[in-house]
């Protein structure tokens, strides 16, 4: 989906929304990153509707990038990065339909390069996935629903809370270091 001046819009869900949302958001190109809902049937769900799992809604993080600077195959390169996608409805402790793999294409040009990647990724799987096929869904994309204002910067505003400090952070960590020359400020710390 192309929005004025060049820019366009990815939807991805990988687990926790708390985690993917600092990884795209540090990313040269990415104009924003918003944490939220998607892929379920409910309109306007809250955090609470959500984790009932009866909604059919992933926490998903809505990205807004510039193609000029960053191209959706990047991104796609980071989102598989930045989460198992080996394992279905779940993302280390974090377990329910909401916390599945899932990438909500805009048009038929990303819907061909997310097949292409997870195909590639098929060939020759990230060792750490010791094996296991990806799983991640490739649906259309139909709404997505921001999530309340005290997710949004839940990592860099939270950097001392046990989840931040135990789960996200070392996931974090991990992409600045892979990730470095696609980076904003390499130098930036998750509280800055």
């Known amino acids: 989906m192309q929005t004025d001046g060049g820019r366009a819009i990815a939807t991805f869900a990988g687990g926790c929304f708390w985690c993917l949302e600092p990884v795209f958001s540090d990313l040269e190109g990415v104009l924003s990153a918003v944490p939220g809902y998607s892929g379920g049937h409910v309109k306007n769900p809250s955090y609470e509707d959500v984790c009932t799992g009866t909604t059919g809604h992933a926490e998903a993080v809505q990205v807004e990038f510039d193609p000029r600077r960053i191209s959706y195959r990047d991104l796609l390169e980071v989102f598989f990065a930045a989460h ?44 750490h996935w010791e094996g296991r096929r990806i799983v991640t869904e490739i649906q259309p994309f139909r709404a997505f629903y921001p999530a309340e204002d005290y997710h949004r910067d839940y990592f860099r505003r939270n950097p001392d809370k046990g989840y931040c400090r135990l789960v996200i952070a070392p996931k974090y960590a991990k992409f600045r270091q892979r990730f470095a020359a696609r980076l904003k400020d390499p130098a930036q710390s998750p509280s800055s």
Request: net charge negative.
């Open 84 to 127: 198992d996608p080996t394992t279905p409805n779940r993302q280390g402790e974090d377990v329910g339909h909401q916390y599945r793999s899932a990438i909500f294409f805009h048009t038929p040009e990303q819907e061909a390069e997310a097949r292409r990647i997870v195909a590639e990724l098929g060939a020759a799987p990230d060792p």
